[in-house]
């Protein structure tokens, strides 16, 4: 059965630097999302992306936040300036274009800001 | 989108049928009921989704009440590997919108 994937599953870095998340969705969606969540809190979207361009976008994504379909295959997550608040769990959703129109999401990727 | 409201958490013996109810008092007219899990911090999982009519799938049923204010996920023989939060979601089916997760219900499956 086809997976969304997402590379690394753990990246540390230091506050500062900047952090590309990597994710690559089914192959024939054409919709793609990234959500996160804080330890122990829900689930949070914030940004959806189709046909190269962001559809909508939630205002935890701000300016330090962009994504990229810089390829086919991958759909990328860059932070420019980790803070520690950006910690979290990154997970990547695609879903098919038209019906049906559930997300599968990939396993994510625990960001750990120090 | 309406409003959903989820017990925090519910308990379920191995082998029986676990029952997790949602309510959705203000759901409209073209508001599906979607229901996710999410089985200790990996990606949420797409379970099921319904209108207004009963639906079956591999993994569970969902029973939407007749004046779908609410509904109940029913897992019919609930596996330790069936512990997890269980998310109940009230959104239109739109071409992009995301879904709000909501805090859910945590399901433990106690052999």
């Known amino acids: 059965e086809p997976e969304v994937t997402q590379t690394p599953s753990h990246q540390v870095t230091q506050m500062g630097q900047e952090v590309i998340l990597r994710c690559v969705p089914i192959s024939n969606h054409l919709y793609f999302y990234w959500y996160r969540q804080i330890l122990g809190q829900k689930v949070e979207f914030l940004v959806s992306f189709y046909n190269n361009e962001i559809s909508e976008k939630s205002e935890i994504f701000d300016d330090q936040f962009s994504v990229e379909r810089p390829d086919g295959s991958n759909f990328t997550l860059k932070i420019r300036s980790t803070k520690l608040e950006d910690s979290a769990m990154y997970f990547c959703a695609s879903r098919y274009s038209g019906q049906p129109d559930e997300q599968y999401f990939g396993p994510g990727t625990r960001l750990t800001v120090t | 989108d309406a409003k959903t409201t989820q017990p925090p958490s519910m308990d379920c013996a191995e082998g029986r049928a676990a029952n997790l109810p949602c309510n959705h008092s203000?759901?409209?007219?073209?508001?599906?009921v979607y229901w996710y899990r999410q089985i200790h911090s990996q990606g949420p999982q797409y379970i099921i989704h319904?209108?207004?009519n009963n639906e079956t799938n591999e993994m569970a049923s969902l029973i939407i009440t007749e004046d779908r204010k609410s509904s109940t996920l029913i897992l019919p023989h609930a596996t330790l590997r069936d512990t997890a939060v269980y998310y109940c979601?009230?959104?239109?089916?739109?071409?992009?919108?995301?879904?709000?997760f909501g805090p859910g219900t945590r399901l433990s499956v106690l052999p």
């Open positions: 319904g209108l207004k």
């Open positions: 979601i009230v959104r239109e089916r739109t071409m992009a919108q995301n879904f709000v």
């Open positions: 203000t759901i409209s007219g073209n508001e599906y």
